[in-house]
């Protein structure tokens, strides 16, 4: 599918990090910021002249991505188509069907070719309205190569127009050393855009595009500035870019959105999601097993609920298994002996599951290790002890201990060797 999924567009809310590095390019400069999870911000000019692998800044970020911290790049307004699109719908769920094909009618290349993300969706007048960003596969594909001469590699590609400072009703402009961004703003983001390799604010480029969008009378927008040609006051708007781009990789929420997905999804990032998606997978499946093995205690009503939670393990074992679905009342026993089959090193912790205070800690434990991004090797649980190993980082194996501490497990984590970490302790009384 071209449309990236709402898990691609904002990966920091499911695979958290401490480290964040944003890198923009700047005609024949590099502008780099590292950020930290407490919002610590530091910053670096390189000229491409000078960049290799013993620069003392490209050192700096490889050691940091080798211990878990994130690359941001951004991607020239060029680059990325900006759509409004409205639907006669105001059903959500009837609009977000349609709205692939309504931007596929609005851009001049193939949907299939692209990556496309659908942002701000809302109910306006009698149907909805949203925001659509589209980016050509060949466009990214290239993007990457370039990092990749750099021996760079981002693990998000975030459109740099979503990164200026908002400004509605209208334009905000970053100004570099040697290039130029600039887009119009309304209510809910940028509305058209530009780019431009003259970075002055009295640039041809520039002007054009303020004349294009002047009102009826012919005046010119208004226009905010930053960057280190918009005569900006303080450091962190002289750095803005940057600064937007290493706090994309960071913090869950921000308003840019990452368009490396798919087929041309990061490695790391890939592996990660594939985590987490078969972690809520097992506690979706362990949590609706010890329901199921509940008798009823509240009658009629208790029955339609084991019967509804019945259809959904039905549903859940079609799609985890790919096997149709057995006789009602079958599926926990063989979801049972399929993750013993398949996933013979955790099926352990299955064998408590009739007992009620199982589940609870069961479910703090893997939804810890997901949290992490730690990829779990072996799980022992019983009412008070737990064995786990983790396959992890040396950052990720000491948040996931302290994760376990937060949740009430007393040990401290060791590591056995070749990237491998085990818990063992007890739970506090």
């Given at each position: 599918m071209p449309v990236v999924g709402t898990d691609w567009l904002q990966p920091a809310r499911w695979a958290p990090v401490q480290i964040g590095w944003g890198v923009a390019r700047d005609g024949d400069q590099l502008r780099f910021c590292r950020r930290t999870a407490r919002g610590k911000h530091a910053f670096w000019q390189v000229?491409?002249?000078?960049?290799?692998?013993e620069h003392e800044v490209s050192a700096?970020?490889?050691?940091?991505?080798?211990?878990?911290?994130?690359?941001?790049a951004g991607l020239d307004p060029s680059k990325v188509l900006i759509r409004e699109l409205s639907s006669p719908f105001k059903d959500r769920q009837k609009t977000e069907e349609i709205w692939?094909?309504?931007?596929?009618?609005?851009?001049?290349?193939?949907?299939?070719?692209?990556?496309a993300a659908f942002l701000f969706s809302r109910v306006e007048g009698e149907g909805m309205r949203c925001l659509a960003l589209a980016a050509r596969d060949l466009d990214l594909q290239s993007e990457l190569k370039a990092w990749k001469e750099l021996d760079l590699e981002p693990e998000f590609l975030v459109p740099e127009v979503l990164l200026l400072p908002a400004h509605e009703g209208g334009v905000s402009?970053?100004?570099?050393?040697?290039?130029?961004?600039?887009?119009?703003?309304?209510?809910?983001?940028?509305?058209?855009?530009?780019?431009?390799?003259?970075a002055n604010p009295e640039?041809?480029?520039?002007?054009?595009?303020?004349?294009?969008?002047?009102?009826?009378?012919?005046t010119p927008p208004a226009f905010s500035a930053c960057g280190p040609r918009a005569h900006a006051?303080?450091?962190?708007?002289?750095?803005?870019?940057?600064?937007?781009?290493?706090?994309?990789?960071?913090?869950?929420?921000?308003?840019?959105?990452?368009?490396?997905?798919?087929?041309l999804a990061h490695p790391r990032l890939a592996k990660q999601k594939g985590r987490k998606s078969r972690g809520l997978m097992f506690a979706a499946v362990?949590?609706?097993?010890?329901?199921l093995s509940l008798r009823p205690a509240i009658g009629l009503w208790f029955e339609s609920e084991r019967n509804e939670i019945r259809q959904e393990i039905a549903d859940i074992f079609e799609a985890f298994t790919g096997y149709p679905s057995p006789a009602r009342g079958e599926e926990a026993l063989l979801l049972d002996r399929y993750l013993e089959r398949e996933w013979g090193q955790v099926s352990g912790a299955l064998t408590g599951l009739r007992r009620r205070e199982i589940p609870t800690q069961l479910a703090d434990v893997l939804l810890a290790a997901q949290f992490t991004g730690t990829s779990v090797r072996e799980l022992r649980l019983s009412t008070n002890q737990l064995h786990l190993e983790v396959q992890a980082l040396d950052t990720e194996a000491l948040r996931l201990g302290r994760r376990l501490k937060d949740s009430g497990w007393r040990g401290e984590p060791r590591e056995r060797g070749d990237g491998v970490w085990v818990f063992e302790g007890e739970l506090q009384p």
């Open positions: 000229p491409l002249a000078e960049w290799n692998a700096k970020l490889r050691q940091d991505v080798k211990r878990g911290a994130r690359l941001v692939p094909s309504v931007l596929d009618a609005a851009i001049p290349f193939p949907l299939e070719n692209c990556q402009a970053w100004f570099g050393n040697h290039r130029a961004i600039f887009a119009t703003w309304g209510r809910y983001g940028p509305t058209a855009s530009g780019s431009a390799k003259d640039g041809r480029a520039f002007k054009r595009f303020l004349a294009a969008h002047a009102d009826e009378s012919g006051e303080n450091a962190k708007s002289s750095c803005h870019l940057e600064t937007a781009l290493a706090d994309a990789g960071v913090v869950t929420g921000h308003p840019g959105v990452n368009l490396r997905a798919g087929d362990c949590v609706l097993l010890v329901s």
